[in-house]
């Protein structure tokens, strides 16, 4: 699919994408999974090196996950996430990028991130208004992989198709939720093989943010 030329919009990931996050996934990823293990939501012998933060919660969800212990599950990922807000900078060349296409592009951020936390962190870095969208994860009905924060975007812009819309993210689950609501994906910093690897289909991949004036 080319549609250079014809670009609206840009759906961006947040962390490690845009910006340089410190947040420690794996540690925030087993914090939740040894809580859902102790109230014996989940099993002890889940592959958990095959699943994301985000899966781990939808599956617990999928296993009777409500009401007070997600409340208690949320903090868990809200404490990390601030933690690693703290002091996050910008992957290289983002402030030129966003400058160069800020009012000539219709750029969003969607995120797994509490949404105070992403903002807290877009505001310290100085770049959140670049962005007329961003959507945390009070805005989806499921975590990425899940398309719900691309849903989201999608119907509070209306007058640009999927077609006008290219999303960026270094993750699987960022290709994944991409894919599944029609927005073509492009792979920052991790190989193609790996997202094919999770059955996700990029449109191309780069190293530096720059990189993605080729695909405007």
Known sequence: ??????????????????????????????????????????????????????????????????????????????????AGMQGAGLEPGVRDFLDAVRGKLTLTVVTNNALPAALHALRETGIAACFELIAGREQMSALKPSPSGYHYVLERCPHIPRSGWISLGDSWIDGKAANDAGVPFISYQTDLDVMESRGVAAIGRIERIRELHAYL
């Open 1 to 82: 699919m080319d549609n250079r030329g014809q670009i609206q919009g840009i759906i961006f990931d947040m962390d490690n994408t845009i910006l340089k996050s410190t947040i420690d996934f794996p540690a925030m990823k087993l914090a939740i999974f040894d809580f859902l293990v102790e109230r014996r939501i989940l099993p002890d012998d889940l592959p958990i090196e095959r699943h994301t933060t985000a899966t781990v919660i939808e599956l617990a969800r999928g296993q009777s996950l409500s009401g007070e212990l997600e409340r208690q599950v949320w903090d868990i990922a809200s404490r990390h996430e601030l």
